[in-house]
């Protein structure tokens, strides 16, 4: 007789399981974002995970075709027809299908945040999932760089209320412009201009050694994947290095506070042109209105190594960046880099309609944010967050249990009576798997008493790190206290530091 398989308990390659203090910790933050993106009256719209891949369509991170980097499936319709559909990768191009779909009924301009999963069907790595958690806020219909500016003002203000202070954090600045005008200023092909940006935007992670080689043949990673280069010339190369160089503008007229750009081409053999021109005065004029509201220059800076890679940023580019150090998966100290980014995206909701609609939005990368703050010990779910666990010390008894348990959730306290089959140490050690704040104990002695036990698994914690042996441990009955049996939920609600 034939046995059945067991199978392998495994996740695929790129895919996390999320454990009860991730999500409680994911949903701390996203209040806190969500806070602020309300308080500059940006309202919630929700987009399915599914969009037709046509509506992706070529605008897909690090791939020219929209079959390649995202999740496909084909739609078998009921007349033998068959369309492909494609689990979306980021939040903003359905949203600019959404707004196209429902341009007469909205208000113009349009203000919403998303907060969902997104898909990318790449090779996973540390830190590189397949499936990670976006939160997105975006104005459309707003040409204006006060709509740019007012990205770069919120996200600074996310960072604060995330507990970030003040010299953490920066948000960046630049404009695809001036990059697409240089590019064009020396000769680069335009065909070639995407693979150079995206080569660019490594620079935080590769520095300027690792995208000289992008610019280049290409580059070998630690894997030994190999990345074609953009095969630039290696004067050209040069020439743009000199304008990371240039790492601050001089953003406003007369205002000497940052190197101005153009004098640093000084000698270049770039030609100027007036798309590069174009994209300074939109830099300078974002940067205007983020001076004239106080957020320059300490939260948000001028910066021409921020270019984004992903095709559909048609100007003004944006990145938060986390200044201070953090220790990696080998302890080492280090700059953790950017938690989020955006720009202007003016052609993505024209692609559907015969008018061009302006656009411009941020989106904060959730699980990558999280694990900094987490790191930084901004972002850490209390001790003692779960329920209150009520012990069965008498099987007979279950229902007093039952009673004591259906009396602190009338209270609003959350609480459990345990469903095992153990006994009391097994049961105390569920208590501290389930990180119970309090454990209550009631056996026969304190029911004849008319009392119960209620056990403070916090402060046992603390007071048992000073107990030299498990004897006087055992009696100390640490952290433990008794209580009138009527008196539980009084004691229970006050010993959690809550409201009478």
Request: include cysteine.
């Amino acid at each position: 007789m034939a046995t059945e398989k067991t199978l392998k308990a495994r996740s695929p390659r790129g895919f996390a399981d999320r454990s009860a203090a991730d999500i409680r910790a994911t949903e701390e933050m996203v209040a806190k974002i969500r806070a602020v993106y309300e308080r500059y009256g940006f309202e919630p719209v929700e987009t399915p995970l599914v969009e037709f891949t046509e509506s992706l369509g070529k605008f897909l991170p690090d791939q020219d075709r929209p079959n390649e980097g995202v999740f496909s499936f084909r739609d078998e319709g009921d007349d033998d027809s068959s369309e492909w559909l494609s689990l979306r990768y980021d939040l903003t191009a359905p949203l600019a299908r959404y707004v196209a779909q429902n341009y007469e009924r909205l208000p113009k301009p349009y203000r919403s945040y998303r907060l969902g999963w997104v898909f990318r069907n790449e090779k996973p790595g540390p830190g590189r999932f397949r499936q990670f958690m976006q939160f997105d806020a975006d104005t459309v219909g707003a040409a204006s760089p006060a709509a740019d500016a007012e990205m770069c003002m919120m996200m600074a203000d996310v960072m604060e209320a995330l507990g970030i202070k003040r010299g953490d954090y920066v948000i960046k600045v630049n404009n695809r412009k001036i990059w697409n005008g240089a590019l064009d200023g020396l000769g680069i092909a335009s065909a070639k201009h995407l693979t150079v940006l995206r080569a660019i935007d490594k620079y935080d992670r590769l520095q300027l050694g690792g995208v000289r080689e992008l610019l280049g043949r290409g580059r070998k990673d630690e894997s030994g994947d190999f990345t074609p280069g953009a095969g630039l010339e290696p004067e050209t190369i040069s020439e743009i290095e000199r304008l990371l160089a240039a790492k601050e503008i001089d953003v406003l007229s007369g205002a000497k506070t940052n190197v101005n750009q153009l004098d640093v081409l000084e000698g270049s053999r770039l030609t100027v042109n007036q798309a590069y021109r174009t994209g300074l005065d939109e830099v300078r004029a974002i940067a205007s209105h983020c001076v004239s509201a106080g957020y320059m220059t300490d939260r948000i800076t001028i910066d021409p190594s921020v270019v984004r890679g992903l095709e559909y940023y048609t100007g003004a580019v944006f990145e938060a960046e986390l200044l201070a150090e953090i220790p990696n998966e080998k302890g080492q100290p280090v700059v953790f880099g950017s938690v989020g980014g955006g720009g202007r995206y003016d052609g993505l909701v024209g692609r559907f309609m015969k008018e061009n609609v302006p656009a411009t939005g941020f989106s904060i990368g959730v699980s990558r944010l999280q694990a900094a703050l987490s790191a930084l010990g901004k972002l850490k779910t209390a001790v003692g967050s779960g329920p209150v666990v009520v012990l069965v010390m008498d099987k007979a008894r279950t229902g007093d249990y039952q009673k004591m348990v259906a009396d602190l959730r009338a209270a609003g306290i959350p609480a459990e009576m345990y469903l095992g089959d153990s006994g009391m140490r097994a049961q105390m050690k569920y208590a501290d798997k389930r990180d119970a704040p309090l454990v209550v104990i009631q056996g026969g002695d304190e029911k004849a008493k008319g009392i119960v036990q209620v056990k403070d698994m916090r402060e046992g914690k603390a007071l048992a790190a000073g107990v030299a042996d498990h004897e006087t441990y055992r009696e100390a009955r640490l952290g433990q206290g008794e209580v009138p049996e009527g008196e539980l939920v009084a004691a229970v609600t006050r010993m959690l530091g809550r409201a009478p």
